[in-house]
């Protein structure tokens, strides 16, 4: 016989799954945000309702792991280019979703609760930090770039950092110990050591460790509770680590890579939903009909926290000129009493300072405002999102290119890298497939050879679906490489064709030419030759080499909006080396098709080429060389030389070298 709350792990697992797999069918016929779905579930199945699931460590653990996920994968994704420009924007939003609710929270908790100074402050500090519960639907929706979404982020980054501070310093002198400055400082130690040396300590594994994409999430995810906990140990709450870290590793993994799949999809599946059920299994809905005491205080809860989010949401919206439809995702994003609430209150009840029916209250707070964030997110994310499928529709008419991408495999050691540099080159709004290819020389054993080649075309397709990217694998026998290039590109109307690019010369190399020269000589499309040494999170530069003239180059557009994708992938700034009229191109390119990147304009002078590369060139550079065929108009000796010279020098360093396709020139005229 079967008791409740029942007690047998693999049933208690089984019925979770069910439930986060149920949830958002059930939400959308009510038509109410998914994000509320589980936390409904929780409150039905969970001790105070049905009593089927019992509120256990096992709950708790995915529960604190989930909301350490949310401020992780918010920190992670954020753009901190975009943050960077808007940062007077964040600070001005963090200072008034901050002054607002701690200052009405000491004026309820000093007037009416009849709370000490100390102990008032620190209620009012329960209200102004906040728990980004709802990001994960700016995420699905694809606006985290948005203005509204940078701002409300780096705003809560503000104002959790300060109401962490005043519960450090509060509790330090409840229990009789240290100075109040001894938080702030702690803080700022803690936080440089973070984003100075988190970042150097990953990117050495990256670049010296297993290559796996499962050990590097694993050696991620390790970081990301270490310096949750080591950070507890100070006095810094884990939401505040957590989010440290996701900023620490924000440019260390590329957009579209196998890493960042594998976050978002443990994160966004399993621990993100096991939070929200922990958060419905915490509240107890009969409390609202039998303590009319508890009624009263929550109710004062939430006339302090609702309002003054909201305020501080309008008045960024009336100071930087948002609309309406930003304004209500500001305040969707920021009022959440979560995860910071409860570290408030329940620190707050273990130093003897609140009632436990402070807590009590608390949670009931918790759920009104997650379904309040819930509401007003998804209505606004949707809002937003439809705006920018238009701005999109429009930029996809300035980018009528219709690109197919052919990887040419022949090394097993350089396939995942290649296929991640396919996929980072690949448009994201088109949902054609990359077209790994292998080639056989016809001879006495091609069989063979074929079944060899067969394991790279396989294992370039598994590592494709890691990203949830489509692939259509070709192999062709033919007399030489060059030609079955040729007729694989012909046949499937091949616009760009990536292969790695091999240093080393055999002497029928050097009397009968390169594999990649004979590729140059018969085909017609865009050709790139990559080395892939370096592990792609380890880059930690992005430098753009135009060859005199390239800009006048047949579907120039064509060739350079694959290779800003890739930095736009990385989140690096581009370095560019060219003429003034190919950087204006190429500003002219990024506006017309909503390409968001910095730039650094290094104009092209006497000085040569080789010297500015002996100069400016690092460790961890990633160098993209655009320069023209032999006999093209933007053929350059010296660009052709600089893939030499960073082997040379740079043995584990990773390049590009793209040839414009070959035939008539644009329609723009060259003046000579």
């Known amino acids: ?165 005043i519960l450090a310093i509060v509790a330090g002198r409840a229990l009789g110990g240290g100075e109040w400055y001894d938080p702030p400082l702690i803080f700022v130690a803690f936080s440089l050591f973070i984003l100075t040396f988190i970042p150097k300590i990953i990117r050495w594994f990256f670049r010296n460790a297993a290559a796996e994409s499962y050990a590097q999430y694993i050696f991620i995810i390790t970081i990301l509770f270490l310096v949750a906990s080591v950070g507890k140990q100070f006095g810094i709450e884990p939401i505040i680590g957590a989010f440290l870290v996701g900023l620490a590793v924000n440019s260390l993994i590329p957009a579209n890579s196998i890493l960042m799949n594998r976050i978002a999809f443990t994160g966004n599946t399993l621990f993100i939903p096991f939070f929200l059920l922990y958060v419905g299994m915490l509240t107890d809905v009969r409390l609202l009909f039998s303590d009319w005491k508890l009624i009263g205080i929550a109710i004062l809860m939430f006339l302090v926290a609702v309002p003054t989010k909201y305020f501080a949401a309008y008045l960024t919206q009336k100071l930087f000129k948002y609309s309406e439809a930003q304004k209500k995702l500001i305040f969707g994003l920021s009022n959440t009493q979560a995860a910071g609430t409860l570290a408030v209150i329940m620190i707050g009840v273990q130093l003897e300072l609140f009632e436990i029916i402070l807590l009590d209250a608390a949670i009931l707070l ?61 448009n994201p709004r088109d949902e054609k497939p990359i077209y790994p290819l292998t080639l056989v020389v016809d001879s006495n054993d091609t069989s063979e050879e074929i079944a060899k080649k067969q394991k790279l075309l396989e294992q370039a397709q598994e590592h494709a679906s890691g990203t949830n990217q489509l692939t259509h694998l070709i192999t062709r026998v033919d007399v030489n490489v060059a030609s079955g290039v040729k007729l694989a590109a012909r046949e499937f109307g091949i616009t760009h064709t990536i292969l790695g690019w091999n240093s080393s010369q055999t002497s029928s190399s050097k009397l009968f030419g390169t594999i990649l020269e004979h590729i140059l000589a018969v085909s017609e499309n865009t ?64 506006s017309k098709n909503n390409i968001n990147l910095d730039f650094i304009f290094k104009e ?69």
């Open 1 to 165: 016989m079967t008791y409740l709350p029942i007690q047998e792990p693999v049933f208690i697992f089984a019925i979770v799954m069910a439930v986060i797999f149920i949830s958002p069918f059930v939400m959308r016929l009510l038509k109410l945000p998914e994000i509320i779905g589980m936390i409904f579930f929780g409150i039905i199945l969970g001790p105070n309702g049905l009593n089927i699931l019992e509120r256990d460590t096992g709950v708790l653990l995915f529960g604190t792991v989930g909301v350490l996920f949310i401020m992780f994968y918010s920190g992670l994704e954020i753009d901190l280019k975009d943050f960077k420009k808007k940062k007077y924007e964040s600070i001005a939003f963090g200072l008034l979703t901050f002054i607002f609710p701690i200052l009405a929270g000491f004026l309820a908790g000093f007037l009416i609760l009849r709370l000490d100074l100390m102990t008032a402050i620190l209620f009012g500090s329960v209200f102004s930090s906040h728990t980004l519960l709802t990001y994960p639907i700016v995420g699905k929706l694809g606006i985290k770039d948005n203005e509204a979404v940078v701002v409300a982020v780096g705003g809560t980054l503000i104002t959790n950092t300060i109401s962490m501070l």
């Open 366 to 426: 918790m759920l009104a405002t997650c379904i309040i964030s819930a509401i007003y997110s998804e209505k606004a994310a949707r809002e937003i999102a439809s705006e920018k499928k238009t701005t999109k529709i429009e930029a996809a008419k300035s980018e009528t290119i219709n690109e197919k991408i052919l990887l040419l495999l022949s090394n097993p050691f350089t396939v995942p890298k290649l296929v991640d540099l396919a996929l980072m080159m690949k």
């Open 527 to 590: 050709i790139i030759a990559a080395r892939t040494m370096n592990d792609w999170h380890a880059i930690k530069r992005f430098f753009l080499f135009l060859s005199p003239n390239a800009q006048f180059e047949r579907n120039f557009l064509s060739v350079i909006l694959p290779v800003l994708r890739v930095a736009v992938c990385l989140k690096k700034a581009v370095i560019f080396h060219g003429t003034e009229e190919q950087f204006d191109e190429i500003m002219n390119i990024c």
């Open 604 to 672: 092209s002078s006497s000085e040569s080429l080789l010297k500015f590369a002996k100069s400016n060139l690092k460790e961890n550079d990633f160098s993209v060389i655009v320069s023209g065929r032999k006999l093209s108009v933007s053929f350059s000796e010296e660009h052709q030389k600089l893939p030499n010279f960073i082997s040379f020098k740079y043995p584990k360093d990773n390049f590009m070298l793209v040839y414009p396709p070959r035939g008539e020139k644009s329609v723009r005229t060259l003046h000579i």
